[in-house]
Nanobody
Framework: VQLQASGGGVVQAGGSLRLSCAAS????????IGWFRQGPGKEREFVGG????????YIADSAKGRFTISRENAKNTAYLQVNSLKPEDTAVYYC?????????????????WGQGTQVTVSS
């Protein structure tokens, strides 16, 4: 499966964005999707994930209450809604896929990665 993240941009603190992860090439509903981010000089960090059925989701503690994940299998797209953005949320955001119903939290759990989308939050 090929994945492409989009929707990033420059926003002020407190703002919101909706990031999209568009898939092609394979049956999208066969893949659990994870969202990760990597800030300047930092390791890639798990943000959250959604199981292939669209049912179970998991949001990392750093994002709980501000980020939500959803997907529309009919549109081959997953979403990461990011609200109440903070400057420390500045990072490149990636979506990744794995052929499992289980949401992995480590980059190595995912075999398919899209190009990231930059999110910059100004104070």
């Amino acid at each position: 499966v090929q994945l492409q993240a989009s929707g990033g941009g420059v926003v002020q603190a407190g703002g919101s964005l909706r990031l999209s992860c568009a898939a092609s090439g394979r049956t999208f509903s066969d893949y659990t999707i994870g969202w990760f981010r990597q800030g300047p000089g930092k390791e890639r960090e798990f943000v959250g994930g959604i199981s292939w059925s669209g049912g179970p989701t998991y949001i990392a503690d750093s994002a709980k209450g501000r980020f939500t994940i959803s997907r529309e299998n009919a549109k081959n797209t997953a979403y990461l809604q990011v609200n109440s953005l903070k400057p420390e949320d500045t990072a490149v955001y990636y979506c990744a896929g794995r052929r499992s119903s289980v949401i992995g939290t480590r980059p190595n759990d995912y075999g398919y990665w899209g190009q990231g989308t930059q999110v910059t939050v100004s104070s």
